[in-house]
C-alpha cells in the first residue's frame, strides 16, 4: 500500500527557515520521480519542486524543477536508501504558508514536473510563516 507521511511544518518568523521531510513506502522509491506540492487556503494545490529519480546524496543527473516562487529559497532532495525526500525551506515568506505534500510523479526535469501518477496523498504537513 503506498503511502507518504510528511513531517517538518511548523510556525516560523518570515526569513526563517525548515526542512520538511516525506517518508515514503509501499512502492519502489528508488524508480519514481518525487515531488513537493502545497495547498494554501483557498487555493488549488501547486506544484514546489521535484527531482528526477536518478538524483541521490551522491550523483544527479539534473533534473530538478522548481516553482519560480521559491527558485532560489527552497532545495529538493531526496536519500534513496532511506526512501526519504527532502525539501529544506530558506528565508520563508507569509506567502509560503500552506499545507505542504509529496507524491511520486511521471517525471521530473529542469523544465516542469509531471502529475502524481500514483494518486496518493499524505496527510500533509503544515507551515505557517507569519511574525
Known amino acids: 500500500q503506498v503511502d507518504f507521511r510528511e513531517s517538518g511544518g511548523d510556525l516560523v518568523q518570515p526569513g526563517g527557515s525548515l526542512r520538511l521531510s516525506c517518508a515514503a513506502s509501499?512502492?519502489?522509491?528508488?524508480?519514481?520521480?518525487m515531488g513537493w506540492f502545497r495547498q494554501a487556503p483557498g487555493k488549488e494545490r501547486q506544484v514546489v519542486s521535484c527531482i528526477s529519480h536518478r538524483t541521490s546524496t551522491t550523483s544527479t543527473d539534473g533534473n530538478i524543477y522548481y516553482a519560480d516562487s521559491v527558485k532560489g529559497r527552497f532545495t529538493i532532495s531526496r536519500d534513496n536508501t532511506k526512501n526519504t525526500l527532502f525539501l529544506q525551506m530558506d528565508s520563508l515568506e507569509p506567502e509560503d504558508t500552506a499545507t505542504y505534500y509529496c507524491?511520486?510523479?511521471?517525471?521530473?526535469?529542469?523544465?516542469?514536473?509531471?502529475?502524481?501518477?500514483?494518486?496518493?496523498w499524505g496527510q500533509g504537513t503544515l507551515v505557517t510563516v507569519s511574525s
Open positions: 507524491a511520486a510523479v511521471a517525471y521530473a526535469n529542469r523544465y516542469s514536473c509531471g502529475e502524481n501518477n500514483l494518486l496518493v
Open positions: 509501499g512502492f519502489a522509491f528508488e524508480h519514481y520521480a
